[in-house]
């Protein structure tokens, strides 16, 4: 069990909110935001996105598979408490720049002896690696696949899977074992970046699934006229039988 | 316990550092380019930013059968539109709108990241990534709503859309009493990122 895939409807939490509407707090932020963009636009497996990009005439030196679902794993698999300690952008950083150090592409003595260099960034290189990125921004990386063949219909009720944990999911905690109904098929089959572990991957049908909140928090449920949905892989539900 | 939830005293400064020299070693060795991040910042400044979300709420607006359409294949909808080339790149592969309407409120979560429709309103705030908002917000959302400000009535319904699929949501928020002789300008600086995830109401003070 991980805190990060239950962070959903967990209790405890300071009160009031308020909104930081800010999209970066610091300017270092935003450095780091376009390192991982650029990685998600030069990440080996474009060659078979749906836009089949021609990623091997791309001149970078970058050769690895980087996508969503890298960034998400590293935060899930993250001491919570460390978690919660850092800002987003942190995680991003930690995980980043741990991930260029492990596959070799940097090492930690090149990143300590330029620490306080004031020396300005490197200029050039070739615009090409740029125009993909900036390519991948426009056209995107769909996970639609094949025509769906959804084994359940608008109206069923489900219960949700409560397999064991993998390395990285798509589905909440707070839904796992919880009973819904479903309200809408989508179009189509949708894959995922990687196998998790828990099931997704391959392409399958995606479901919006309503749940109660009196399902859902039981005697804790909020008072009011609420309703949850949730987008759900094929592979997280369950059928209900139906009492005869 | 003291360690593990102390920060070091250069906290941004040390992040600052080694961003700033990974970003250049990463030019050095040719995976990057000495303009790409700042390319990357530009898309995000120039093209894709909440102004794209402000045209598609006003033409909502102001255009009955395209709130129809909007919500029922928001892509197609939205290709009818002057928007930068895009609307259907990264991060709005699949978007998808909801509108609220009277004895409707919708609110757009994500409790395992932060998915949001980059195209539509650029990158997400803060606060949509908070671990604490994405918490409270699933099993609480009009306790949360109240707290920043937004006053539903009771039997008010709240849909929240927990964004764990392909889709990224956004929310149409109702045109607020009282705007019937506004301009297109003026009706589109009455809507905010906020209002278009459904934590603010479309002319709420900010």
């Not at chain 2, 006003?58 to 928007?83: C, M």
């Not at chain 2, 978007?95 to 409707?104: I, K, R, S, T």
């Amino acid at each position: 069990m991980k805190l990060q895939h239950y962070l959903g409807g967990l209790e405890g939490l300071p009160a009031p909110l308020t909104l930081e509407k800010r999209v970066f707090v610091e300017e270092w932020e935003k450095r780091i935001f376009g390192i991982h963009v650029a990685m998600m636009g030069l990440s080996t497996h474009l060659d078979s996105a749906l836009p089949a990009y021609p990623i091997s005439e791309v001149p970078t030196e970058f050769r690895d598979e980087w996508t969503w679902a890298s960034l998400r794993t590293g935060a899930e698999a993250m001491n919570p408490f460390d978690y919660f300690k850092f800002r987003y952008y942190e995680k991003w950083l930690g995980g980043i720049s741990q991930f260029f150090v492990d596959q070799g592409y940097v090492t930690e003595q090149e990143i300590s002896a330029l620490i306080g260099d004031p020396a300005p960034a490197p200029v050039g290189g070739d615009p090409a690696i740029d125009e993909q990125v900036i390519d991948y921004l426009r056209r995107g990386d769909s996970p639609r696949r094949d025509i769906a063949h959804p084994k359940f219909s608008v109206g069923d009720p489900v219960r949700i899977a409560d397999v064991p944990a993998g390395s990285h999911t798509r589905l909440p905690g707070y839904l796992r074992a919880r009973s819904g109904t479903v309200t809408r098929i989508f179009e189509g089959d949708y894959g995922y970046f990687v196998h998790t572990g828990d099931g997704i991957g391959d392409p399958m049908p995606i479901y919006i699934v309503e749940f109660t909140p009196e399902e859902l928090w039981g005697v804790r449920a909020e008072p009011g006229a609420n309703t949850l949905y949730a987008e759900l892989f094929e592979a997280y539900l369950q059928p209900i039988e139906e009492a005869k | 316990m003291s360690e593990q939830f102390a920060y070091p005293s250069d906290r941004e400064q040390s992040s600052a550092d080694r961003v700033a020299a990974l970003e250049r070693l990463l030019i050095e060795k040719g995976v990057i380019t000495g303009e790409t991040v700042d390319k990357v910042l530009a898309y995000f400044e120039s093209e894709m930013t909440p102004l794209n979300g402000q045209k598609i709420v006003v033409k909502a607006w102001t255009d009955p059968d395209f709130a129809a359409r909007v919500v029922v294949d928001t892509p197609a909808a939205l290709s009818e539109l002057d928007l930068p080339e895009g609307m259907a790149g990264a991060e709005g592969e699949h978007l998808q709108a909801v509108a609220n309407e009277p004895g409707v409120h919708n609110l757009v979560i994500c409790t395992l990241c932060s998915c949001f429709p980059w195209p539509v309103l650029g990158l997400p705030p803060y606060w949509y990534k908070d671990p604490v908002f994405r918490a409270r917000a699933a099993r609480e959302p009009r306790t949360v709503l109240t707290e920043v400000g937004v006053q539903l009535a009771d039997d008010t319904e709240i849909k929240v859309w927990d964004s764990s699929g392909h889709s990224r949501w956004f929310v149409i928020p109702e045109r607020p009493a009282g705007t019937e002789h506004f301009t297109e300008e003026e009706l589109m600086s009455l809507v905010t990122t906020e209002s278009m995830m459904g934590v603010a109401l479309a002319g709420q003070p900010v």
